[in-house]
């Protein structure tokens, strides 16, 4: 698959306010989106002074015109407010907002105690801090939120991150990626169902984890194929060196129950977000950090089993901070050698989403700097397949 994608970009724009207006938050980061029955598309994310603070609220903008323009934000959960007899303020260290049903929205979220607010949040120290897993839902399609609960993930490992789009199944349950530590400090991935709204979530599932501790597995993406098989692609990196490798495919055929081993979907990248467009051909949104370092759009017609990855297509561009839309060649580069933790704090751009409007035109969502400020950014795009 040499032949690029054609993609015409209609515009790319902030959606968080803080670009210009700082009362949102110094820094807002790690959006994920999702399209609802109404056609409006809701992109939460993170508001903070810095993408790992202390003092993270969760947001959601609303936009009603697929993606053209946006509505000032609504706040999910502010923490920083909050008064228990269990534990005071709680930062929000990010969360996802889906649709389970026409109408109702859901938002999961995991909150850190603020006690100690210079711990970096993956360091071992930062790790031990109270971390509460939330669910909050919303009847009038996000555009208001009831208090959230607090829900337990049972066996869980102590440290797992809940940062994924769900996957909503027929009958109204959905599956729930969840990344995980283990015992050799090897990230690996989970999964489960609540059947019951949110209300509960049981039992874990294995999805991708290499019990040698060699090679970590995070940030699993979900899409669902129009069989109902479900693929995820995961960032991958070595467990000690950190150096990154390219992102791994798994495919569930029994709801998320059982997956396969994963495999090497041949592309440079971190993060990759894929989107199922019918039963073979899949579009994929990913963040490169190898020169050119960027977001960058795949194309695969099998199901996501192989990709272009000898034509990829830039989308922003870190360097140039904005989106080019351009056609790369022998792009691929080695793998990135920083250390992926310590250098978590200092990343320009990052958690690419993709949604499709209609038929041509498909909405990515993700984080960026411009003028020094890390905001939410959306790509309205035309996209012309390859025959």
């Known amino acids: 698959m040499n032949e690029p994608l054609r993609i015409e970009v209609l515009i790319d724009q902030p959606v968080s306010t ?24 809701l992109c939460s994310y993170r508001a903070g002074k810095e993408k790992h603070s202390r003092d993270g609220i969760l ?28 534990g005071g303020p709680e930062s929000v260290h990010a969360g996802v907002v889906f649709e389970l049903e026409p109408g109702r929205a859901l938002a999961l979220f995991k909150t850190v105690e603020t006690s100690d607010t210079e711990s970096f949040i993956f360091s071992e120290q930062g790790r031990q801090l109270r971390q509460q897993f939330y669910v909050a839902s919303s009847s009038d399609g996000g555009r208001s939120w009831a208090p959230p609960n607090p829900r337990e993930l049972p066996a869980s490992p102590r440290d797992h991150y809940v940062g994924t789009l769900p996957a909503v199944l027929p009958g109204g349950a959905f599956f729930l990626p969840v990344e995980a530590t283990g015992d050799a400090k090897e990230e690996l991935v989970l999964g489960t169902i609540s059947r019951d ?43 000690r060196s950190e150096q990154t490798l390219s992102p791994v495919r798994c495919v569930s055929s029994d709801g998320g129950r059982t997956w396969s081993a994963p495999a090497s979907t041949g592309v440079a990248g971190q993060i990759m977000a ?68 310590d250098a978590l704090p200092g990343f320009t751009f990052g958690t690419p989403e993709l949604v499709r ?29 390859p025959e």
């Open 357 to 385: 409007v209609d038929e041509q035109i498909f909405l990515m969502t993700y984080y960026a700097i411009v003028n020094d400020v890390t905001h939410i950014r959306a790509c309205r795009m035309r996209v012309e397949l």
């Open 59 to 86: 947001l959601v903008s609303r936009s009603t015109d697929g993606g053209q323009s946006w509505l000032p934000p609504v706040v999910i959960y502010d923490g920083m407010k909050r008064e228990a007899p269990d």
């Open 197 to 239: 709204g949110g209300e509960s979530f049981a039992p874990l599932y294995s999805c991708a984890h290499d019990r040698s501790g060699f090679v970590s597995y995070g940030d699993p993406r979900l899409t669902m194929l129009p069989d109902g098989r479900m693929v995820m692609i995961m960032w991958a990196f070595e467990t």
């Open 274 to 341: 894929p989107l199922a467009l019918d039963s073979h051909r899949m579009l994929a949104v990913s963040n490169v950090r190898t020169p050119p370092e960027g977001n960058r759009i795949w194309y695969s017609a099998d199901a996501g089993e192989t990709w272009n990855a000898d034509a990829p297509l830039e989308l922003w561009s870190a360097r140039e901070q904005r989106v080019t839309a351009r056609p790369l060649r022998d792009a691929q580069g080695s793998a990135a050698g920083e250390k992926i933790w």
């Open 18 to 41: 803080n670009l210009h207006d700082p009362r949102h938050g110094a820094t807002c980061a790690y959006c994920f989106t999702c399209r609802l029955a109404s056609g409006d598309i």
